[in-house]
């Protein structure tokens, strides 16, 4: 296990910076995720940590140790790619053991390491198939074998899963979680599903155009998204925004215009708005439901395509001239055309500023 420290850390293609000044600590046994679109630098950053790219500024420390001049080898990093670059001329076994027998270790401590880790990924049975033998999800947990085999201290997931199908993915994602309960690494983990970031992580790192835009807990950034682009990422389906203008503020409360109605919210700091500004309000799927005696808000909204899957229907509709996605638990019969009056409560919105930064703080459930 290891703790991981990067300082004002930069990294550029020749002229192009693609990662500005990130700073970041992670603790001895997390499980880390860096999540984001694609381009976010999160694939270049875990590549920075493992030592496959330089640090242009800044610093890297692993367990306290200043790593920026040292070879991959020894940081006692191992890498697990979305390709699971495999040996396909060498059977599992000795492609678990690779990485050993090129350091010469004992052949017996190589062994004992080999099968410890097969019985862990359920892969004892398994040894003697070379590559094109296995399925997608067995191939990639020879992947990970290989890491184990080594006992690094901190394990680095570039996107595993990416090439696995949906029910492979849910399976390989209880497994790599089963995995870290087991083991207690650090493990750090890159992704743009922010379904595999939620159920995985302690610690989830979302990033953009090279910058970290928050770092907390999975319900932390669920409850308290700092900006309009966390909390649009963050959560599935992704949270709804409609614009709104702010008609008031006075004594730590807005009053915002929105969909033909007022509605005041109390916001964190009133000096971050005045009277006229644009807003977006936030409503997540999940929050919204037929208008009823609880709701504080009605939206009329027109039903363009709905989805019944069984104990849960998803609703895909207009609200004037913008779009909502509606969760709906239980049994539904909304059908498209059907004009809905949708109700939420107060309690449930965000608020957010013409830059995008967030006006309200929720409380965030504790265990």
């Given at each position: 296990m290891a703790t991981i420290k990067l300082t004002n850390v930069i990294k550029r293609f020749q002229e192009t910076e693609t990662i500005h000044g990130v700073n970041l600590d992670l603790e001895d046994g997390e499980f880390v995720v860096f999540v984001g679109p694609s381009g976010c630098g999160k694939s270049t950053l875990l590549r920075l940590i493992a030592g496959l790219e330089d640090i242009t500024d800044g610093e890297l420390h692993i367990d306290g140790k200043i790593m920026n001049s040292v070879a991959p080898a020894e940081r006692g990093v191992a890498m697990v790619f979305q390709s699971y670059a495999l040996y396909p001329h060498m059977t599992v076994k000795d492609n678990m053991s690779f990485g050993l027998r090129m350091?010469?270790?004992?052949?017996?401590?190589?062994?004992?390491?080999?099968?410890?880790?097969?019985?862990?990924?359920h892969l004892d049975k398994l040894l003697d198939r070379k590559p094109k033998a296995l399925s997608g999800g067995q191939r990639q947990r020879v992947a990970i074998g290989?890491?184990?085999?080594?006992?690094?201290?901190?394990?680095?997931?570039d996107e595993p899963l990416s090439n696995l199908d949906a029910e492979l993915r849910v399976d390989m994602r209880v497994q790599i979680a089963k995995l870290h309960n087991q083991l207690k690494s650090t493990m750090v983990y890159v992704t743009h599903d922010q379904v595999e970031a939620m159920t995985l992580a302690d610690k989830?790192?979302?990033?953009?155009?090279?910058?970290?835009?928050?770092?907390?807990?999975?319900?932390?950034?669920?409850?308290?998204?700092?900006?309009?682009?966390?909390a649009g990422f963050i959560g599935s389906p992704k949270m709804n925004f409609l614009k709104g203008k702010i008609t008031h503020v006075i004594d730590g409360k807005a009053t915002i215009s929105v969909s033909g109605q007022s509605i005041t919210l109390h916001i964190k700091d009133q000096n971050q708005v005045i009277e006229g500004d644009t807003v977006s309000l936030g409503i997540r799927p999940e929050h919204l439901a037929e208008f009823n005696s609880?709701?504080?808000?009605?939206?009329?909204?027109?039903?363009?395509?709905?989805?019944?899957?069984?104990?849960?229907?998803?609703?895909?509709?207009?609200?004037?001239?913008?779009?909502?996605?509606?969760?709906?638990?239980?049994?539904?019969?909304?059908?498209?055309?059907?004009?809905?009056?949708?109700?939420?409560?107060?309690?449930?919105?965000?608020?957010?500023?013409?830059?995008?930064?967030?006006?309200?703080?929720?409380?965030?459930?504790?265990?």
């Open positions: 350091t010469g270790s004992d052949p017996e401590y190589i062994e004992s390491r080999v099968q410890e880790a097969a019985e862990i990924l290989r890491a184990i085999v080594r006992e690094p201290k901190v394990f680095l997931f989830i790192v979302v990033l953009r155009d090279g910058n970290i835009e928050q770092v907390g807990s999975p319900m932390a950034l669920y409850h308290n998204p700092a900006n309009e682009f966390v609880e709701s504080d808000i009605k939206l009329n909204v027109n039903i363009d395509v709905a989805e019944h899957l069984g104990g849960t229907s998803f609703l895909y509709a207009t609200c004037g001239d913008e779009s909502l996605t509606i969760e709906v638990s239980g049994q539904n019969m909304s059908r498209s055309g059907e004009l809905l009056e949708i109700g939420a409560k107060l309690s449930d919105c965000y608020l957010f500023d013409s830059k995008g930064n967030s006006l309200i703080t929720r409380p965030v459930p504790t265990r």
